[in-house]
Each structure stands twice: as C-alpha cells, then as structure tokens.
C-alpha cells in the first residue's frame, strides 16, 4: 500500500529536481504539517477520511495557522492524493475534501492606509538629512 509521507516527499523532491523550488517548499512545509499532526510514522492513503482530513484542519488551526495557511497545506495534500489517483495507485474516494476548508480569504488588508505612507515618509525625509561638515 503506498505510503502518504514517503509520496509527498517524493512528489517534492520531483519538484525541486524540475526547478520549481518554491513549489517544492510548500509540498515540504505540507508535509511537514502531516508530520507534526500524524507522528514520524508513515501511514498509508486508505487512513486518509474525511475526519482524519477534519483533524488535520483543527490541528493547524490550534498551532495559530491562519485560514490561508491551512487551505494552503489542505489543498497541497489534495493535489498529491490526485496525483496518487492518477497514477493509479490509490482508488478515488468521492467527497473526501467535502468538509475542509480549501479556499482563500482577505481576512486583512497588509498594505498601509494613503496616512500611514505619508507619515512614513515624512519621517523619512525629516531623518535622512545628510550632514554638513
């Protein structure tokens, strides 16, 4: 049966071989988040529930994980899950994503208001005076 934690790596590692290092890092950081949920222990896909995924989901929210991190790890799963599927290395389960939460939100605006700039930079200009000697 094939094994959830040695997939992702693997899924990983092909990334990182393909030059696609940044997507390489999410699919570690996802597997690093099974990891820390499950235990060193690999486990096959057939654990894998739609409670299980439910745990994984209220694990991460419980470390502080924002929403988007969660769907972020979450939708990185599902994407090597089908990828087993497609392989056809595990059989599909319908619906297995159904209750986790894997989209996005603008939870807070990370770009500062038009007034927050303006004193910005006016601090800026008023401390960057070169000095006269």
Known sequence: ??????????????????????????????TNAIIAYCGKGDFSFDKVTPEWLKGVEVHLRGRGCSWNTVSTYLRTFRAVYNRAVN???????????????????????????????????????????????
């Open 1 to 30: 049966m094939l094994k959830v934690v040695a997939f992702m790596k693997q899924v990983a590692e092909e990334l990182r071989m393909g030059g696609n290092f940044g997507t390489a890092h999410v699919y570690r950081s996802s």
């Open 87 to 133: 392989s056809r290395m595990i059989i599909y389960t319908p619906h297995l994503f159904r209750y986790v939460y894997t989209g996005t939100r603008a939870d807070h605006k990370r770009a500062l208001c038009d007034e927050d700039m303006k004193k910005v930079f006016t601090k800026l200009s008023s401390s960057s005076a070169v000095p006269t000697t």
